[in-house]
């Protein structure tokens, strides 16, 4: 599976992200949101539930308390006290994150993804993914 999706979801990282962005950083409401994806659709409305909107949150905070946990990035401050703060870091982090390990360098939060597997060891010690878990990538 590519790096770039997150499993059993057809939405990409950046969008993912960019949706919880939208929603609760920025305050976009639930229709104003639907609105903003219906123009990125071709002919079929992109649509979005509440509950996709809420379990994209989850899986952005877990990857969150991954990122501090690891201490694999000690530019992530993950020193803030609420979720809204953590949120605006992370979405700030991913978006500005630039690969130490790929050359050329290679940014965004889909290759936050890729380093992250790559630091924890790769497939040879069973590395842990920032969006979902190794089991997900099973065939």
């Not at 990282?13 to 305050?27: A, E, S, W, Y």
């Not at 952005?60 to 690891?70: C, G, L, S």
């Not at 920032?130 to 099973?138: A, E, H, N, V």
């Amino acid at each position: 599976m590519p790096y770039q999706l997150v499993p059993y979801t057809k939405y990409s990282i950046p969008f993912i992200i960019k949706t919880v962005q939208l929603r609760h950083i920025d305050g976009l409401s639930l229709y104003a949101l639907q609105d903003y994806l219906a123009g990125f659709g071709q002919e079929d409305i992109l649509s979005i539930t509440v509950d996709q909107v809420l379990g994209f949150k989850k899986l952005v905070m877990a990857a969150i308390q991954k990122i501090m946990a690891t201490g694999y990035y000690p530019e992530f401050k993950g020193d803030k006290h609420t979720a809204s703060e953590l949120l605006i870091s992370f979405v700030e982090f991913a978006e500005d994150f630039e690969s130490r390990k790929i050359q050329p360098c290679i940014r965004g939060p889909c290759i936050l993804n890729y380093e992250f597997y790559i630091n924890g060891g790769a497939y040879l010690q069973n590395a842990h993914f920032l969006f979902g878990i190794p089991s997900q990538f099973r065939q």
